[in-house]
Protein backbone atom coordinates (compact mmCIF):
# COMPACT_ATOMS: atom_id res chain seq x y z
CA UNK A 1 0.00 0.00 0.00
CA UNK A 2 2.91 2.07 1.09
CA UNK A 3 6.49 2.56 1.17
CA UNK A 4 8.94 5.20 2.09
CA UNK A 5 12.88 5.39 2.02
CA UNK A 6 14.72 8.44 3.77
CA UNK A 7 18.52 9.07 4.33
CA UNK A 8 20.10 11.87 6.04
CA UNK A 9 21.22 13.69 2.79
CA UNK A 10 20.30 17.38 3.94
CA UNK A 11 23.21 19.30 1.89
CA UNK A 12 24.03 21.43 5.39
CA UNK A 13 24.74 18.14 6.66
CA UNK A 14 27.00 17.08 4.03
CA UNK A 15 28.61 20.14 4.14
CA UNK A 16 29.61 20.60 7.06
CA UNK A 17 30.50 16.69 7.39
CA UNK A 18 32.90 17.57 4.10
CA UNK A 19 34.22 20.81 5.33
CA UNK A 20 34.89 19.31 8.97
CA UNK A 21 37.18 16.15 6.71
CA UNK A 22 38.90 18.42 4.42
CA UNK A 23 40.06 20.64 7.13
CA UNK A 24 41.24 17.53 8.87
CA UNK A 25 42.99 16.31 6.08
CA UNK A 26 44.40 19.78 5.29
CA UNK A 27 45.92 19.32 9.39
CA UNK A 28 46.66 16.00 8.69
CA UNK A 29 48.73 16.52 5.51
CA UNK A 30 50.29 19.74 6.98
CA UNK A 31 51.58 17.70 9.77
CA UNK A 32 52.82 14.93 7.14
CA UNK A 33 54.71 17.69 5.34
CA UNK A 34 56.56 19.33 8.18
CA UNK A 35 57.29 15.64 9.68
CA UNK A 36 55.50 16.64 13.12
CA UNK A 37 55.20 13.51 15.71
CA UNK A 38 51.74 13.75 16.06
CA UNK A 39 51.33 12.13 12.39
CA UNK A 40 49.77 9.07 13.70
CA UNK A 41 47.24 10.44 16.18
CA UNK A 42 46.05 12.99 13.66
CA UNK A 43 45.64 9.84 11.35
CA UNK A 44 43.48 8.03 14.12
CA UNK A 45 41.53 10.82 14.27
CA UNK A 46 40.93 11.28 10.52
CA UNK A 47 39.78 7.61 10.53
CA UNK A 48 37.74 7.89 13.41
CA UNK A 49 36.00 10.83 11.75
CA UNK A 50 35.34 8.84 8.11
CA UNK A 51 33.83 6.25 10.09
CA UNK A 52 31.49 8.87 11.91
CA UNK A 53 30.48 10.03 8.48
CA UNK A 54 29.72 7.04 7.25
CA UNK A 55 27.64 5.62 10.11
CA UNK A 56 25.69 8.84 9.27
CA UNK A 57 25.75 8.45 5.68
CA UNK A 58 24.62 4.77 6.22
CA UNK A 59 21.62 5.49 8.36
CA UNK A 60 18.01 4.90 6.90
CA UNK A 61 14.75 4.94 7.61
CA UNK A 62 12.19 2.77 5.67
CA UNK A 63 8.38 2.55 6.21
CA UNK A 64 6.17 -0.04 4.86
CA UNK A 65 2.54 0.03 5.11
CA UNK A 66 0.34 -3.11 4.29
CA UNK A 67 -2.89 -4.50 4.95
CA UNK A 68 -1.49 -6.81 7.43
CA UNK A 69 -0.05 -3.55 9.46
CA UNK A 70 3.59 -1.25 9.32
CA UNK A 71 7.25 -2.41 9.18
CA UNK A 72 9.81 0.31 10.13
CA UNK A 73 13.72 -0.42 10.31
CA UNK A 74 16.29 2.33 11.17
CA UNK A 75 19.29 0.86 9.46
CA UNK A 76 21.98 0.50 11.58
CA UNK A 77 20.13 0.30 14.90
CA UNK A 78 17.38 -1.99 13.03
CA UNK A 79 19.57 -4.73 10.98
CA UNK A 80 15.58 -6.53 10.60
CA UNK A 81 12.28 -4.03 9.66
CA UNK A 82 10.04 -3.83 12.82
CA UNK A 83 6.75 -5.36 12.28
CA UNK A 84 3.76 -3.85 14.02
CA UNK A 85 0.25 -5.78 13.68
CA UNK A 86 -2.84 -3.29 12.97
CA UNK A 87 -4.52 -5.05 15.60
CA UNK A 88 -1.55 -4.44 18.44
CA UNK A 89 -2.03 -0.50 17.29
CA UNK A 90 -4.97 1.75 18.78
CA UNK A 91 -4.42 4.80 17.25
CA UNK A 92 -2.80 6.35 14.05
CA UNK A 93 -2.52 10.42 13.41
CA UNK A 94 -0.29 12.18 10.52
CA UNK A 95 0.70 14.63 12.97
CA UNK A 96 3.26 17.81 12.92
CA UNK A 97 5.60 18.16 15.74
CA UNK A 98 8.97 19.52 16.85
CA UNK A 99 12.00 17.62 16.64
CA UNK A 100 14.11 19.78 18.68
CA UNK A 101 11.59 20.13 21.51
CA UNK A 102 9.68 16.65 21.83
CA UNK A 103 12.22 14.76 21.13
CA UNK A 104 16.00 16.19 21.48
CA UNK A 105 16.69 16.25 17.46
CA UNK A 106 16.62 13.80 14.65
CA UNK A 107 17.46 10.28 14.39
CA UNK A 108 16.62 7.11 16.78
CA UNK A 109 15.39 9.42 19.65
CA UNK A 110 13.42 8.85 23.10
CA UNK A 111 11.23 11.57 23.38
CA UNK A 112 11.23 13.52 27.06
CA UNK A 113 7.71 13.49 29.36
CA UNK A 114 6.26 10.63 28.13
CA UNK A 115 6.25 11.64 24.18
CA UNK A 116 7.82 7.75 23.19
CA UNK A 117 10.24 6.98 20.48
CA UNK A 118 10.98 9.03 17.41
CA UNK A 119 12.68 7.27 14.14
CA UNK A 120 13.05 10.40 11.93
CA UNK A 121 15.27 11.44 9.32
CA UNK A 122 14.76 15.54 8.72
CA UNK A 123 11.37 17.52 8.32
CA UNK A 124 8.04 17.76 11.12
CA UNK A 125 5.89 15.60 9.95
CA UNK A 126 5.23 11.97 10.87
CA UNK A 127 3.25 8.61 11.36
CA UNK A 128 2.23 9.14 15.41
CA UNK A 129 1.57 5.84 16.30
CA UNK A 130 -0.44 4.74 19.74
CA UNK A 131 -0.23 1.14 21.12
CA UNK A 132 -2.62 -1.04 23.29
CA UNK A 133 -0.45 -1.36 25.72
CA UNK A 134 0.16 2.63 25.90
CA UNK A 135 3.80 2.70 24.09
CA UNK A 136 3.78 5.28 21.76
CA UNK A 137 6.02 5.40 18.35
CA UNK A 138 6.38 8.63 15.98
CA UNK A 139 7.91 8.02 12.25
CA UNK A 140 9.24 10.77 10.32
CA UNK A 141 7.76 11.14 6.71
CA UNK A 142 8.70 13.48 3.99
CA UNK A 143 5.26 12.73 1.80
CA UNK A 144 2.86 13.28 4.28
CA UNK A 145 0.01 14.28 1.50
CA UNK A 146 0.12 10.25 0.38
CA UNK A 147 0.54 9.29 3.74
CA UNK A 148 -2.62 10.87 4.45
CA UNK A 149 -4.20 9.43 1.63
CA UNK A 150 -3.20 5.96 2.86
CA UNK A 151 -4.77 6.51 6.44
CA UNK A 152 -7.67 7.73 5.08
CA UNK A 153 -8.13 4.51 2.57
CA UNK A 154 -7.31 2.61 5.96
CA UNK A 155 -9.90 4.55 8.24
CA UNK A 156 -12.42 3.83 5.38
Do not use: C
Amino acid sequence: MFSEKQQFRQIWLLLLLGGIFLLSFYQWLSIVISDHIWVNERLVSLLVLLLVSGFILSVRLTMVISQEGLSVQFFPIHFKPKFYAWDSIQKVELRTYSPLLEYGGWGYRIGLFGAGKALNISGNKGLQLYFKNGQKLLIGTQTPEKLSEIIAQMNK
